[in-house]
């Protein structure tokens, strides 16, 4: 077997030896733009969603009205979908290499 050695000689011992550093970063750049992109989505999304409830109508609560803007499509189906667009955006910026 071979024997191992030290990379370092003996005139070095005592002495702080400066070793170069690399980049410690997993994300880059484009991750943290694209992290962004899919923040900005879900945000969007959520900020879609809002509204008044069922029960208020004209911005007053009524238990005896019914709104029926609870169930628009902007509500339903186009704030999910950002939502869920968001998302799949986030993990594309986890799994993106630099």
Request: aromatic residues 14%; hydrophobic residues 45%; positive net charge.
């Given at each position: 077997?071979?024997?191992?050695?030290?990379?370092?000689?003996?005139?070095?011992?005592?002495?702080?030896?400066?070793?170069?550093?690399?980049?410690?970063?997993?994300?880059?750049?484009?991750?943290?733009?694209?992290?962004?992109?899919?923040?900005?989505?879900?945000?969007?999304?959520?900020?879609?969603?809002?509204?008044?409830?069922?029960?208020?109508?004209?911005?007053?609560?009524?238990?005896?009205?019914?709104?029926?803007?609870?169930?628009?499509?902007?509500?339903?189906?186009?704030?999910?979908?950002?939502?869920?667009?968001?998302?799949?955006?986030?993990v594309y910026a986890?799994?993106?290499?630099?």
């Amino acid at each position: 077997m071979g024997k191992k050695t030290n990379k370092f000689s003996a005139t070095e011992f005592g002495r702080e030896v400066e070793v170069p550093q690399e980049n410690s970063f997993y994300f880059g750049q484009q991750n943290f733009k694209w992290m962004l992109i899919g923040l900005a989505f879900i945000v969007g999304g959520f900020l879609l969603m809002m509204g008044p409830d069922a029960n208020t109508v004209d911005g007053k609560l009524d238990p005896n009205s019914w709104n029926d803007g609870i169930f628009s499509i902007r509500r339903i189906r186009i704030a999910p979908l950002f939502v869920v667009i968001g998302f799949a955006i986030e993990v594309y910026a986890i799994l993106k290499r630099k």
